[in-house]
């Protein structure tokens, strides 16, 4: 199979999001590229998580979503995967500028978001950035110019968004707003919603979150496009 043909395979499948998902049990069931499939692997990374069961084939076929999910469900890989998909049929390129930005409550969930990124989108070739501050402001500066993919914590990112001549994302195509509940807790109400202002209102948006609140579901309203609600609850 070529590349040409992959994407082409890739593009079709997409046409029908929701057939035969329902009883899908592995990664590799669904239309994702060879090289996530290999990143996945190699991570040991076969089987979906509930959520993931439910987000991925939403997800890859360009839906808005609003995920709950406790932690520790696997709500990473929900959102990581689309976003890696997106960029490879688009072919993005260095060229095209920033094409997708998560938002992440601290620098601690942003590191482990970012590590999980590096792992499975190993084989393919954009470039992506650590904007969590604590770091020289014009290393960062220069960095974000480059970048196809940026992880962030909300206010590093806004002070960019404010005082970094040259960051540009005109050209972005994906939203992630992680960990939602945890933003909204830590005051980044705000922030976040100056931070979504400044962003082209054509675009997909994928919100995650533990726990389904008022201010969650107010910054849903805010950011999202006719979501698909995906939920997944304990079971006793
Ligand atoms: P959440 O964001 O919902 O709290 P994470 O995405 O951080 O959850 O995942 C929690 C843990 O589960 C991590 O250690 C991760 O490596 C693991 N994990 C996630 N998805 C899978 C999967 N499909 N198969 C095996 N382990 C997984
Ligand atoms: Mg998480």
Known sequence: LSEKQELDQLEERCQQPLVGTDTMQQFDELPISRKTISGLKRAN??????????????GLCGKDILGAAKTGSGKTLAFLVPMIE????????????????????TRELAVQIFEVLRKIGREHSFSAGLIIGGKDWKIERELITKMNILVCTPGRLLQHMDQSAGFDCDNLQLLVLDEADRILD????????????????????MLFSATQTKSVKDLARLSLKDPEYVAVHEKS
């Open 45 to 58: 990374f076969i089987k979906m998580t509930d959520i993931q069961r439910k987000a991925l084939p939403l």
């Open 86 to 105: 997106m960029l490879y049929r688009q072919k993005w390129g260095p060229m095209d500028g920033l094409g997708a930005l998560v938002i992440s409550p």
């Open 186 to 205: 830590m005051g980044f109400k705000k922030t976040v919603n100056a931070i979504v202002e400044n962003l082209p209102r054509h675009r997909q948006t």
